[in-house]
């Protein structure tokens, strides 16, 4: 039975007292043992809601790391510093690094590599923009995002890796992609996997969807049979809302 995991993309939202504010909301409701829930603050955030969610069922991404151990990255966060703060996972390859800083399949290739060779588990982000689903390039697209930055990894270290597919056109513009086409893009990359590696590694590979996730879509979009969660960003910002699609499986 694959993992079902719905993650808070927090983005550049929450300082330190609104961070309080939303995760003793979210400590107050009662989750679903069958859901792997997670929230990805701001790195300013990370180790204040390690100790303020404590022994909750909460875990705590970071959105993102350098590839370096250590050196002369100003302004760079490295994966030792985030397990000094008690942080396990990391999301790599959202959308807004790839076009605001420049991040391609190269370079995420090397911030893949340098997380699970330290043991970090990983929520890979991918998905086309726009144009190539209107040109019918969509899965020439998630192909390529796929097997450059993550098909040398080794069959065990898949282990460590959680996917999300998030079609740039659904991340905030309160359009999602349907069901049946969050269900064809799964289904795709199941099976490019299983290509890769093995059915049983395939079948064991939670992937995500996110992109305008919702308390009112989400039953449907995580009732289809390749969907194993959501990667929430806008309504991961309200309490009611976020365990409102964590209860929607
Ligand atoms: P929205 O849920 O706001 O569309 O954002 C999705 C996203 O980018 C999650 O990483």
């Known amino acids: 039975m694959r993992d079902q995991i719905v993650a808070g993309n927090w ?5 330190q007292n609104e961070t ?16 792997r ?14 100790s303020l969610l404590g022994d909750d069922v909460i ?4 959105q993102n790391v350098n590839a370096a151990a250590s050196g002369a990255y100003t302004g760079e966060v490295s994966v030792s510093m985030l ?7 990391v999301i790599l390859g959202h959308s807004e690094r790839r076009s605001l800083y420049h991040e391609n399949n190269a370079s995420l290739a090397n911030k893949v590599n340098t ?11 991918f998905g086309e923009q726009l144009e190539e689903r209107k040109s019918n390039r969509h899965f020439d697209v998630v192909k390529e995002q796929l097997s450059e930055a993550l098909f040398s990894l ?23 992609a349907s069901p049946d086409q969050a269900q064809e893009m799964h289904a795709f990359i199941r099976n490019l996997i299983q290509e890769k590696y093995t059915e049983n590694l395939a079948q064991e590979v939670a992937i995500l969807y996110g992109g305008s996730v919702k308390p009112g879509n989400a039953k449907e979009i995580f009732s289809m049979e390749d969907v194993d969660g ?20």
């Open 154 to 176: 080794s069959a065990a270290s898949w282990s460590q890796v959680v996917l999300a597919y998030e079609p740039v056109w659904a991340i905030g513009t309160g359009e999602t």
């Open 37 to 50: 829930v997670m929230v990805a603050p701001s790195f300013t955030q990370l180790s204040q809601s390690v």
């Open 115 to 125: 997380s699970i060779e330290s043991g970090m588990e990983i929520v890979f982000c």
């Open 59 to 62: 875990t705590v991404a970071a």
């Open 20 to 35: 309080q504010t939303l995760l003793n909301a979210l400590k107050s409701h009662s989750k679903p043992k069958n859901v």
């Open 230 to 249: 959501g990667l929430i960003g806008g309504a991961s910002l309200n309490a009611d809302d976020f365990m409102a699609i964590v209860n929607a499986f």
């Open 11 to 15: 983005k550049m939202n929450n300082d």
């Open 83 to 89: 397990k000094g703060v008690g942080v396990e996972t």
